[in-house]
């Protein structure tokens, strides 16, 4: 069967915030002050926080059975009915929203994904709709609260 890939490529991302950070350390070096250590230390949590969704992104695919999670040290199948929670996050970059999935396990261990979909294809879509047919009683949340931030 051919799988269909619903996440975002954000990997390359870190380059820019690792070069980012690298800048910000120069131009503190040459230039130091108290007010500069301060400005540099806000920028360096931003890019922290900013760097944190993008090194734990993982690739998520699907067909008409499974979703597959491949990261560089797991490749997991998990059957389409076994996820109960499809959410949308308060966490997003470049007006796109990160989105949560809950599912169990073949241990019935319950786990979730982070994931930046890409909406444009229609897949994202056609993923929600196969989730529901598979699970009928999953919770799908296409709004978030400031309390479901949960990185």
């Known amino acids: 069967m051919n799988k269909t890939r619903i996440s975002r490529n954000i990997k390359n991302r870190k380059y820019l915030i690792i070069g980012i950070m690298v800048i910000s350390t120069l131009i503190l070096i040459f230039n130091f002050s108290i007010g500069s250590l301060v400005v540099f230390l806000g920028v360096i949590v931003m890019l922290y926080l900013s760097y ?6 993982k690739t998520v695919e699907f ?10 040290l797991v490749n997991e199948m998990v059957p389409l009915g076994n996820i109960y ?17 809950g599912y169990s ?13 890409v909406e444009l294809t229609g ?10 047919h598979k ?8 709004w978030a609260t400031s309390w479901e931030t949960d990185f």
């Open 52 to 57: 944190f969704p993008v090194y734990k992104a």
């Open 63 to 72: 067909d008409y059975e499974y979703m597959y999670i491949t990261d560089s």
């Open 85 to 101: 929670k499809i959410q949308l996050t308060m966490i997003g970059s470049n007006y796109n929203n990160f989105w949560k999935i």
């Open 105 to 117: 396990n073949q241990t019935n261990a319950t786990n979730f994904v982070r994931l930046l979909p």
């Open 123 to 132: 897949d994202w879509e056609r993923f929600k709709k196969l989730v529901r």
């Open 135 to 142: 699970n009928p009683l999953v919770e799908i949340k296409n």
